[in-house]
């Protein structure tokens, strides 16, 4: 079922990339903080134009491990973003975003007490947020963004990074 969903998404999004093939395609790699992992994360992302001012970004950020009660937290999310381009000019993007998130966050714990456990759980989620992009040469963008996910607990995320067309 995994591979079934897997492939779709890519099929998905190459379709996309095939149809849209303009000289504004990007892909990217950035930094990120979460406000309730509280830990700093290092993500991939792309956008895909659609039709003006619309762009598809889908985005993976996996957070750093850490310690924790004892034991090992380890935390990921996939997102899939549409963003909304309010302000697209030579030297700025301002944008809007909204999409879903899913997150999966697994903690490994070894006691002397009672052994070794490990648990994990996946959530579906919705982010809503806004980012920037600031033109400083044809094919490299510096961006930043900010984003809140609606999810159990929620989570704020902070991130910055740098695009490149392709």
Same mark, same amino acid.
């Given at each position: 079922?995994?591979?079934?969903?897997?492939?779709?998404?890519?099929?998905?999004?190459? $379709?996309? @990339?095939?149809?849209?093939?303009?000289?504004?395609?990007?892909?990217?790699?950035?930094?990120?903080?979460?406000?309730?992992?509280?830990?700093?994360?290092?993500?991939?992302? &792309?956008?895909? +134009?659609?039709?003006?001012?619309?762009?598809?970004? +889908? &985005?993976?950020?996996?957070?750093?491990?850490?310690?924790?009660?004892? $034991?090992?937290?380890?935390?990921?999310?996939?997102?899939?973003?549409?963003? @909304? @381009?309010?302000?697209?000019?030579?030297?700025? $993007?301002? @944008?809007?975003?909204?999409?879903?998130?899913?997150?999966?966050?697994?903690? #490994?714990?070894?006691?002397?007490?009672?052994?070794? &456990?490990?648990?994990?759980?996946?959530?579906?989620?919705?982010?809503?947020?806004?980012?920037?992009?600031?033109?400083?040469?044809?094919?490299?963008? +510096?961006? &930043?963004?900010?984003?809140?996910?609606?999810? #159990? $607990?929620?989570?704020?995320?902070?991130?910055?990074?740098?695009?490149?067309?392709?």
């Amino acid at each position: 079922m995994k591979t079934k969903l897997l492939t779709a998404v890519v099929v998905f999004f190459a $379709g996309i @990339y095939m149809s849209s093939a303009q000289e504004d395609t990007r892909i990217g790699v950035m930094l990120n903080y979460g406000t309730e992992v509280e830990a700093i994360g290092a993500g991939v992302n &792309a956008e895909f +134009p659609i039709i003006e001012n619309l762009t598809i970004s +889908p &985005a993976f950020i996996y957070y750093f491990p850490g310690d924790q009660f004892g $034991g090992s937290l380890n935390w990921w999310e996939i997102n899939g973003n549409a963003n @909304y @381009y309010f302000v697209n000019n030579e030297n700025l $993007g301002f @944008y809007g975003m909204g999409g879903l998130n899913y997150t999966n966050v697994s903690f #490994d714990w070894e006691g002397e007490s009672f052994g070794a &456990a490990e648990s994990s759980d996946g959530r579906f989620g919705l982010n809503l947020g806004a980012g920037a992009n600031f033109s400083i040469d044809s094919n490299i963008t +510096p961006f &930043a963004e900010a984003k809140y996910v609606i999810i #159990d $607990g929620g989570q704020l995320v902070i991130g910055a990074g740098v695009k490149f067309s392709i």
